[in-house]
């Protein structure tokens, strides 16, 4: 079973900050929070992840709360190409399985 | 960064025939992981595969149903036999990227008549 929790779905306007929710209270100290994304009929996207601190790139913005029990997914600028299935993923680093939950539809809008 | 090449994209298959999926990395990895997304669903893992040994198989998936070989540190192959429409689905394969996440293939949509 997945270790997380995600929000069904989500809607977002065009130009404005999509921040996507993740609970993960059973998260061990050994495991880092992933977070990838589906397009429509593509395989799934890696975006970032993070351990404790938070974590930024070219595409997204990860913040993990100081216990560990939750984290957000930021995109900054979300576009219409950002409508997806985003999964929010906990695992240890290297080599271990992804196991995915339901994802959460986002729904970026005009 | 690895990049993964996988066969067929999609095919249309009858049931009771078996069809062998390919996946073949840019790089050498260690690890190849075997997906399934059914329609409207999440993925579901279905195997790791190590080059040298035998698949592990997640629980509901059996290795006579799901054949996977991996002959090198490039190359792995999942054939799903026996096929019944309860089959159709997107299958695809996985690879770690160390510090870049896991790589995904972009999938065999598999549809069984």
């Known amino acids: 079973d997945a270790k997380t929790t995600q929000p069904p779905s989500m809607d977002c306007a065009e130009g404005r900050a999509a921040n996507l929710p993740c609970n993960h209270s059973?998260?061990?100290?050994?495991?880092?929070v992933y977070w990838y994304r589906q397009i429509h009929s593509q395989g799934p996207q890696y975006i970032i992840h993070?351990?404790?601190n938070n974590e930024t790139n070219e595409m997204a913005s990860l913040i993990i709360t100081e216990d560990r029990k939750s984290s957000t997914l930021i995109l900054p600028h979300a576009t219409l190409r950002d409508t997806a299935v985003y999964y929010c993923?906990?695992?240890?680093?290297?080599?271990?399985?992804?196991?995915f939950g339901a994802g959460t539809i986002l729904r970026v809008k005009s | 960064s690895a990049v993964i090449s996988q066969k067929p994209s999609r095919d249309i298959c009858q049931r009771g025939t078996s069809l062998t999926i390919q996946c073949q990395v840019d790089?050498?990895?260690?690890?190849m992981f075997w997906y399934r997304q059914q329609p409207g669903q999440s993925l579901t893992l279905i195997a790791t595969?190590?080059?040298?040994?035998?698949?592990?198989?997640e629980s509901g998936f059996v290795i006579d149903k799901f054949p996977i070989s991996r002959p090198n540190l490039t190359f792995s192959t999942l054939t799903v036999s026996n096929m019944s429409p309860e089959d159709s689905s997107i299958y695809l394969c996985?690879?770690?990227?160390?510090?870049?996440?896991?790589?995904f293939g972009s999938g065999t949509r598999l549809t069984v008549v």
């Open positions: 996985s690879v770690d990227r160390a510090d870049y996440g896991y790589t």
């Open positions: 059973t998260i061990s100290g050994n495991e880092y």
């Open positions: 993070g351990l404790k």
């Open positions: 993923i906990v695992s240890e680093r290297h080599g271990n399985k992804l196991v």
């Open positions: 790089s050498q990895v260690t690890m």
């Open positions: 595969a190590n080059q040298g040994s035998e698949a592990t198989y």
